[in-house]
């Protein structure tokens, strides 16, 4: 599986973003995907995972009610709307996909796949 993921850019505090992540292969809807984001001079952390068909989404409690993912497997893509985007939401966003749906997303295992970022920027 390799993913791509657009839609970063620069934004003011209260804007809003759409990040897409494109996924190749016949096998989308095997996996559950997720973002993570990882600014600058900090650690890679988990964002949002959403389970193979859709129907279960988890969240950071840092975006939840901000953000929410979702998936369209008819078009082997993962979308993440940013909403109310604070400074701190300033990172790279990353893709993944795994086979498995569970705590291991929010716990910080690496995932099966990644995607290659797109650096979002909040300015205050």
């Known amino acids: 599986v390799q993913l791509q993921a657009s839609g970063g850019g620069l934004v003011q505090a209260g804007g809003s973003l759409r990040l897409s992540c494109a996924a190749s292969?016949?096998?989308?809807?095997?996996?559950?995907m997720g973002w993570f984001r990882q600014a600058p001079g900090k650690e890679r952390e988990f964002v949002a995972a959403?389970?193979?068909?859709?129907?279960?989404?988890y969240y950071a409690d840092s975006v939840k009610g901000r953000f929410t993912i979702s998936r369209g497997n008819a078009k082997n893509t993962v979308y993440l709307q940013m909403n109310s985007l604070k400074p701190e939401d300033t990172a790279v966003y990353y893709c993944?996909?795994?086979?498995?749906?569970?705590?291991?997303?929010?716990?910080?295992?690496?995932?099966?796949?990644w995607g290659q970022g797109t650096l979002v920027t909040v300015s205050s």
């Open positions: 959403i389970s193979w068909g859709g129907g279960s989404t």
């Open positions: 993944a996909a795994d086979r498995a749906y569970d705590n291991s997303w929010y716990r910080g295992a690496d995932r099966d796949y």
């Open positions: 292969g016949r096998t989308f809807s095997s996996y559950a």
